[in-house]
């Protein structure tokens, strides 16, 4: 699910090299995802992809240029224990204008009770702030402005006539000349996200009513205009409320406004993986039918010379090199054959892909309706099954030397063993389940059920996965043959040979 989006205007000297340094900037600068240095030349135009040996996060690049515009897309996943974070930075350079638009999503995974925290802004938001240009009027940062400085500007934004692209939230003070909410900790929760206007002067709420046929936010209110729009938002503070709650409530509105705008955007790191896939086919298609073109031509001089319509006022020559163009143009025409047949197979490849685009990318295995008990279950799974069945090819073999590649790519996670490895050491003690080892089982995704007579624990909420345990240990073997089957159902290794 989405958690941030935001979209922000670029200074028009900004480019997509100086765009690809600042996200790897921030990529290595962070030791939470263990990358020392990433070495990328976007000018070279070809896709690029490193993990992190340290962390398992991944970046991802992909670039993009047609005659209208480019695009480049750069994508960190980042997983944790019970989520897969996926933080999108797309550059957009399209009609002279430029922007970056970041996107951040999170992909939740593990017992259904757990709840995780509202999802921070990326740091690489605020890293951007410096490369953005005006927005109608107001700089893209982290402070406030001041509303008696700006009192036409005030008065086009509530009237839905000013042309920013962010949202602007006004805060309008009380007859002390106070706003109800920090204009500061406004202002560097929402900067990148929204621009925060404030109030100090009771004066300037009269300038605006004025101005503003009345619908200023006034006398303590606070309004969210959206862009071109003369209607708002208000809020006000209760006497006896939280003004902590109302500043959340505030932003949190803001934050999932954005998301539900943004959601459909064009410019998406998927939607470029799709762009770069129909450029292929439609590249691979001209070159086909320029081939044929070529074929066609030699065929036809070919039947010329065949039969015997040569313009040539040279006959004697002609006969006499007769045998060698004959040559030349069979040979001619056996390569351009092949070449078309291995371009339309290029182009068949190319469409079977496009047809199948996952929505992290482009995947060489399409997920199916079984859903993972965590992220990379279905990978570990493959690359467990391609590790024991490869030697059964020859080593000479491409199919061997392609399972080499496809493992080399595709390391398994040790998750799945881990976990095992932890409910056999609480099952096999032999001991009741006390306090602390129900609530490590739970940690590790069961749920647990004590209403019976026996416990039954179920893996992951999943009815089909549910195993009974004595609530008693008077059969010291129960515990280790309930872990047998956990491992026999829930085990992604098998020994198939």
């Not at 469409?351 to 995947?363: E, H, I, Q, R």
Request: proline fraction near 3%.
């Amino acid at each position: 699910m989405s958690e941030i989006c935001t979209r922000l205007p670029l200074k028009n000297n900004f480019t997509k090299e100086m765009f690809i340094q600042k996200c790897i900037t921030w990529v290595t600068g962070s030791y939470h995802y263990g990358f020392k240095s990433i070495q990328y030349d976007v000018s070279s135009w070809k896709d690029f992809s490193v993990q992190s040996e340290k962390s398992k996060a991944m970046v991802q690049i992909k670039p993009y240029m047609d005659e209208s515009r480019t695009l480049v897309g750069f994508r960190l996943m980042s997983p944790e224990e019970k989520a897969l974070w996926i933080s999108d930075c797309i550059y957009i350079d399209s009609e002279g204008k430029k922007e970056v638009l970041v996107q951040l999503d999170r992909k939740n995974f593990g017992p259904a009770e757990d709840r995780v925290e509202l999802a921070k802004k990326p740091h690489i938001v605020k890293m951007f702030l410096d490369d953005c240009c005006d927005d109608g009027g107001m700089d893209i940062d982290d402070w406030f402005i001041k509303a008696e400085d700006n009192v036409d500007l005030c008065a086009a934004i509530i009237n839905g006539l000013s042309n920013n692209t962010l949202p602007v939230v006004y805060l309008s003070c009380d007859k002390t000349g106070r706003a109800a909410l920090n204009p500061k900790y406004m202002a560097k929760r929402l900067g990148g996200l929204a621009h925060v206007i404030c109030e100090s002067n009771i004066e300037t709420s009269y300038l605006l009513k004025e101005k503003t046929y009345s619908n200023n936010p006034h006398t303590g209110y606070v309004g969210v205009f959206w862009p071109g729009e003369s209607l708002c938002k208000k809020y006000r503070l209760d006497p006896y409320g939280d003004t902590m709650h109302l500043e959340h409530e505030i932003i949190d509105y803001i934050v999932q406004s954005l998301v539900n705008k943004l959601d459909f955007s064009t410019e998406t790191f998927q939607r470029i993986a799709q762009l770069q896939l129909r450029q292929r086919i439609m590249l691979l298609s001209s070159e086909n039918r320029q081939k044929q073109t070529l074929l066609d031509a030699a065929n036809n001089m070919l039947d010329e010379a065949l039969s015997g319509n040569s313009q040539s006022d040279d006959l004697d020559n002609f006969i006499a090199s007769f045998d060698q163009e004959v040559s030349e143009y069979k040979a001619r025409i056996k390569q351009l054959e092949n070449e078309r047949n291995s371009l339309q197979s290029q182009v068949d490849s190319y469409k079977d892909a496009f047809n199948n685009l996952d929505t992290v990318g482009s995947p060489i295995y399409e997920l199916g309706q079984e859903p993972e008990f965590y992220v990379g279950e279905c990978r570990d799974l493959i690359t467990d099954i391609l590790q024991q069945v490869q030697n059964k090819y020859d080593k000479k073999s491409h199919a061997y030397s392609l399972i080499s590649s496809l493992i080399e790519q595709n390391p398994k996670s040790d998750a799945n063993k881990k976990m095992l490895e932890r409910v056999k050491r609480i099952l096999s003690s032999g001991d009741d389940l006390n306090g602390s080892m129900k609530q490590d089982l739970k940690s590790l995704g069961f749920e647990i059920d004590a209403s019976g007579t026996h416990y039954t624990l179920t893996y992951m909420g999943d009815p089909r996965f549910a195993f009974t345990l004595a609530k008693t240990g008077s059969d010291s073997r129960n515990g280790k043959n309930i872990f047998s089957d956990i491992n026999r159902y829930l085990s992604v290794e098998k020994h198939l040979y």
